[in-house]
C-alpha cells in the first residue's frame, strides 16, 4: 500500500471528481481542478530539476494555491517546507538554507523579501510567484509567474510509484529561537494526525482508498481559521480532502471574515487554535448576526482553549459539539476532551489520553497511572523521525522505555481521578516560586476568565526571595479599564495563592505567532521595557 500523501488524495479525486475540494473568497475548485492544477504544477517543478526528496518552500497565506503547490511536491515525492510569511530576513535566511530549499512559491506581496534573501541561498535555483494584486517586482530575481507555468505544462498524473517512507517536514517554533523541520514519514503523519487511525478507538484505517470510498457517501464542509504554515490547519486541510470533504480558507484571520465564509459556504466543521483565535470569534458572532446552523462542531488544536471562551461558544451555540485536542508538531495527536455545560476550570486543559501516550519522569522512565501524579508527556507508535539537519536536537525529544521509543516534546500534565489527563503546558516556560512549579497555561486560564481581561501571558520575572515570581502581560477587553483588585480577588478563587501574578502589564495586544502560539519572548521583552501596571 502507498500510504502517502498525495495517492490519498488522488484516490479522493478519483472517488468524487466533481465535488467542489478548496474554496477561497469567491473563487472554488473541484477536486478534479485542483489535481490538475497540481499535476501541472509538478511537471513544471520537474522540468526545473525539482526530483524525489527535493525541498520545495511554500511562502504564502491561506489559498488554493498553497494546497496546489504541497501537493505538487508530494506528487513527486519531493517536500513541501511550511514558511512563515512574518519571517524577516534572518529568519528567511536561515530556513532557506536549513531547509535546502531548491525551488519557492511565494505570494507577490513577498518579492522584497525574496530578492534580498536569495544572494544567500545559493541552493536555491528556481521561484514561482503567485499574483495577489500586490504589484511587487519579481522579474530582477528571475521569478515566474506561476499561472504562466501551470499553463505551459502537462496536465496529465503519469509520475513514479510513490512509498508510505516518502519524507514530510513541519518547521516549527521561532518565538523562542529560530525554526527546527520535524521530520517524519508519510505513513507516521498521516496515522498521526491525518485521520489514519480513529482517535476514540484506536483502531488503523484498513487501507489507502478507506477514506475516498467513505467520501463518496457524503462528506463535511470543513473550514480550518490557522494559517496553513501551521501543522494543524494542514492536517485540518488534508484530512478533509483524504476524505472527498470541501475545505474553505479565509486568507488572513479576520474574525468576521470566517463567520461570513461559514454562513455562505455552509461549513459543518471549523478548525481553531485555541483562545487567540476563540475569543475574537465568539465576539464577532455576537456583534455580526451570523448564521451559523450548518456548523455542526468547533475543534480546538495545539493551545490553550480556556473555560470561559468554551463556555461562551456553548452558550451562543448550544447544538454544536465542541471538542480540544492536545498534541504537537512533534507528537501528532495525543489526546482529546469533549466540552461540557459547567465542566471544571480550575486547571487547564482535561483531555483523554490516545492509547499510545503515557507520562514520563524526568528521568525517562514511566510514571504510575495515579490521581496527582505529574510528568511529562510521551507517545510512542508513529512518531516522527527527529528534526532536519539537527541530530543533538533530535537527540532530546526521544527516550526508550523498555525497548519502545517515544517522543517527549516537552509539555507537563498530571492524571486525574477519573482516568483524564489534566495538560499544564510546556516546562520550557514553568515558572519555579520559592520551590513551587507554576505552569503559565493554568494561571492564563484563570486570568481570562474574568470579564475584564481579553488576553494574557504568564511568565516569571526574577525575584530576590521567591526566585521567580508570577507575573503576567495582560491585554484588557476592548473600553474596559480593568479592576486588578478584582482580578487578582478572582484569580485566587480559581487557584492557589502563589499561582496568582504579583506584577501585571497592560498591553494593547498580546504577541502570538500567526497560529495562535503564545509567544513567551515577547512577553517578556516587553515586561522589561514598560513600567508594570500594578506590583505587589
Same mark, same amino acid.
Given at each position: 500500500m502507498?500510504l502517502?500523501?498525495?495517492?490519498l488524495?488522488?484516490?479522493?479525486?478519483?472517488?468524487?471528481p *466533481?465535488?467542489?475540494?478548496v474554496?477561497?473568497?469567491d473563487r472554488?475548485?473541484?477536486?478534479?481542478?485542483?489535481?490538475?492544477?497540481?499535476?501541472?504544477?509538478?511537471?513544471?517543478?520537474a522540468?526545473?530539476?525539482?526530483?524525489?526528496?527535493?525541498h520545495?518552500?511554500?511562502?504564502?497565506? @491561506?489559498?488554493?494555491?498553497?494546497?496546489?503547490?504541497m501537493?505538487?511536491?508530494?506528487k513527486l515525492?519531493?517536500?513541501?517546507v @511550511?514558511?512563515n510569511y512574518?519571517y524577516?530576513?534572518?529568519?528567511?535566511?536561515?530556513?532557506?538554507?536549513n531547509?535546502?530549499?531548491?525551488a519557492?512559491?511565494?505570494?507577490r506581496?513577498?518579492?522584497d523579501k525574496v530578492a534580498?534573501v536569495?544572494? *544567500?541561498?545559493?541552493?536555491?535555483?528556481?521561484?514561482?510567484?503567485?499574483? #495577489?494584486?500586490s504589484?511587487?517586482?519579481?522579474?530582477?530575481?528571475?521569478?515566474?509567474?506561476y499561472e504562466t507555468a501551470?499553463?505551459?505544462?502537462s496536465?496529465?498524473?503519469?509520475f513514479?510509484e510513490?512509498?508510505?517512507?516518502?519524507l514530510?517536514?513541519?518547521? &516549527?517554533?521561532?518565538?523562542?529561537g529560530y525554526?527546527?523541520g520535524?521530520l517524519?514519514r508519510?505513513?507516521?503523519?498521516w496515522r498521526?494526525l491525518?485521520g489514519?487511525? @480513529?482517535f476514540?478507538?484506536?483502531e488503523y484505517?484498513?487501507?489507502?482508498?478507506?477514506?475516498?470510498?467513505?467520501g463518496?457517501?457524503?462528506?463535511?464542509?470543513?473550514?480550518?481559521a490557522?494559517?496553513?504554515?501551521?501543522?494543524?490547519?494542514?492536517?485540518?486541510?488534508?484530512?478533509?480532502?483524504?476524505?472527498? /470533504?470541501?475545505?474553505?480558507?479565509v %486568507?488572513?484571520?479576520d474574525?468576521?471574515?470566517i463567520w !461570513?465564509?461559514?454562513q455562505?459556504?455552509k461549513v459543518?466543521?471549523?478548525?481553531?487554535?485555541g483562545d487567540a483565535?476563540?475569543?475574537?470569534?465568539?465576539?464577532?458572532y455576537?456583534?455580526?448576526?451570523?448564521?451559523a446552523?450548518?456548523?455542526?462542531?468547533?475543534?480546538s488544536?495545539?493551545?490553550?482553549?480556556?473555560h470561559?471562551?468554551?463556555?461562551?461558544f456553548l &452558550?451562543?451555540?448550544? @447544538?454544536v459539539v465542541?471538542?480540544?485536542?492536545?498534541? /504537537?508538531?512533534?507528537s501528532?495527536?495525543t489526546?482529546i476532551?469533549?466540552?461540557? !455545560?459547567?465542566?471544571?476550570?480550575?486547571?487547564?486543559p482535561?483531555v483523554?489520553?490516545g492509547?499510545?501516550?503515557i507520562?514520563? #519522569?524526568e528521568n525517562?522512565?514511566?510514571?504510575? !497511572?495515579?490521581?496527582?501524579?505529574?510528568?511529562?508527556?510521551?507517545?510512542r507508535?508513529?512518531?516522527?523521525?527527529?528534526?532536519?539537519?539537527? %541530530?543533538?536536537?533530535?537527540?532530546?525529544i526521544?527516550v526508550e522505555?523498555g525497548?519502545?521509543?517515544?517522543v517527549?516534546?516537552?509539555d507537563?500534565a498530571?492524571?486525574?481521578?477519573d482516568g483524564?489527563?489534566?495538560?499544564?503546558?510546556?516546562?520550557s516556560?514553568?515558572v519555579?516560586t520559592?520551590?513551587?512549579?507554576?505552569?503559565?497555561?493554568e494561571?492564563?486560564?484563570a486570568? !481570562?476568565?474574568?470579564p475584564d481581561?481579553?488576553?494574557?501571558?504568564?511568565i516569571g520575572?526574577?525575584?530576590?526571595?521567591l526566585?521567580?515570581?508570577?507575573?503576567?502581560v495582560?491585554?484588557?477587553?476592548?473600553g474596559?479599564s480593568?479592576?486588578f483588585?478584582?482580578?487578582?480577588?478572582h484569580?485566587?478563587?480559581?487557584?492557589?495563592?502563589y499561582?496568582?501574578?504579583?506584577?501585571?502589564?497592560?498591553?494593547?495586544?498580546?504577541?502570538r505567532?500567526?497560529?495562535?502560539k503564545?509567544?513567551y519572548?515577547?512577553a517578556s521583552d516587553?515586561?522589561?521595557?514598560h513600567?508594570?501596571a500594578v506590583?505587589r
Amino acid at each position: 500500500m502507498a500510504l502517502n500523501i498525495a495517492d490519498l488524495l488522488e484516490h479522493a479525486v478519483d472517488a468524487v471528481p *466533481d465535488r467542489i475540494a478548496v474554496v477561497c473568497g469567491d473563487r472554488g475548485v473541484t477536486f478534479a481542478e485542483l489535481d490538475e492544477r497540481a499535476n501541472r504544477l509538478a511537471h513544471h517543478l520537474a522540468a526545473q530539476g525539482v526530483r524525489a526528496g527535493s525541498h520545495v518552500g511554500v511562502y504564502s497565506r @491561506n489559498s488554493i494555491e498553497t494546497l496546489e503547490a504541497m501537493f505538487a511536491a508530494y506528487k513527486l515525492r519531493a517536500i513541501a517546507v @511550511n514558511v512563515n510569511y512574518r519571517y524577516v530576513h534572518g529568519e528567511l535566511k536561515y530556513l532557506f538554507t536549513n531547509a535546502d530549499l531548491v525551488a519557492l512559491v511565494h505570494e507577490r506581496e513577498y518579492s522584497d523579501k525574496v530578492a534580498a534573501v536569495l544572494p *544567500d541561498c545559493p541552493k536555491l535555483k528556481h521561484v514561482l510567484v503567485v499574483e #495577489d494584486g500586490s504589484g511587487q517586482d519579481f522579474a530582477s530575481y528571475g521569478g515566474v509567474a506561476y499561472e504562466t507555468a501551470l499553463a505551459e505544462s502537462s496536465p496529465a498524473r503519469d509520475f513514479d510509484e510513490r512509498s508510505a517512507d516518502d519524507l514530510y517536514i513541519l518547521y &516549527t517554533g521561532g518565538t523562542t529561537g529560530y525554526p527546527k523541520g520535524v521530520l517524519w514519514r508519510h505513513e507516521d503523519i498521516w496515522r498521526a494526525l491525518g485521520g489514519g487511525i @480513529n482517535f476514540i478507538t484506536g483502531e488503523y484505517v484498513p487501507d489507502e482508498w478507506t477514506l475516498a470510498e467513505q467520501g463518496k457517501q457524503g462528506s463535511l464542509v470543513r473550514l480550518p481559521a490557522a494559517p496553513m504554515i501551521h501543522g494543524a490547519a494542514q492536517w485540518a486541510a488534508f484530512g478533509a480532502l483524504f476524505t472527498g /470533504s470541501p475545505v474553505v480558507f479565509v %486568507p488572513r484571520f479576520d474574525a468576521h471574515e470566517i463567520w !461570513k465564509a461559514v454562513q455562505d459556504n455552509k461549513v459543518q466543521v471549523l478548525t481553531i487554535v485555541g483562545d487567540a483565535m476563540a475569543r475574537p470569534l465568539i465576539e464577532a458572532y455576537r456583534e455580526g448576526g451570523y448564521d451559523a446552523s450548518s456548523l455542526a462542531a468547533v475543534s480546538s488544536h495545539a493551545a490553550l482553549f480556556s473555560h470561559s471562551v468554551k463556555q461562551q461558544f456553548l &452558550t451562543e451555540l448550544p @447544538n454544536v459539539v465542541i471538542t480540544d485536542a492536545i498534541g /504537537s508538531s512533534e507528537s501528532g495527536f495525543t489526546g482529546i476532551g469533549m466540552v461540557s !455545560k459547567d465542566a471544571d476550570h480550575t486547571a487547564g486543559p482535561r483531555v483523554t489520553f490516545g492509547q499510545d501516550a503515557i507520562l514520563i #519522569d524526568e528521568n525517562g522512565a514511566e510514571i504510575a !497511572k495515579e490521581p496527582g501524579a505529574v510528568g511529562l508527556i510521551g507517545r510512542r507508535g508513529h512518531v516522527p523521525l527527529g528534526y532536519y539537519n539537527d %541530530p543533538a536536537k533530535t537527540k532530546t525529544i526521544f527516550v526508550e522505555i523498555g525497548g519502545v521509543r517515544y517522543v517527549v516534546p516537552g509539555d507537563y500534565a498530571r492524571y486525574e481521578e477519573d482516568g483524564t489527563v489534566t495538560l499544564l503546558g510546556r516546562g520550557s516556560q514553568c515558572v519555579n516560586t520559592a520551590g513551587e512549579k507554576v505552569y503559565p497555561e493554568e494561571v492564563e486560564g484563570a486570568l !481570562k476568565s474574568h470579564p475584564d481581561v481579553f488576553d494574557a501571558l504568564v511568565i516569571g520575572v526574577p525575584d530576590d526571595r521567591l526566585g521567580q515570581r508570577v507575573a503576567a502581560v495582560v491585554q484588557a477587553r476592548n473600553g474596559e479599564s480593568p479592576d486588578f483588585e478584582a482580578i487578582e480577588a478572582h484569580v485566587r478563587n480559581e487557584v492557589a495563592g502563589y499561582k496568582v501574578p504579583r506584577t501585571i502589564w497592560l498591553a494593547d495586544e498580546i504577541g502570538r505567532s500567526p497560529s495562535g502560539k503564545p509567544d513567551y519572548r515577547w512577553a517578556s521583552d516587553y515586561a522589561a521595557a514598560h513600567a508594570p501596571a500594578v506590583e505587589r
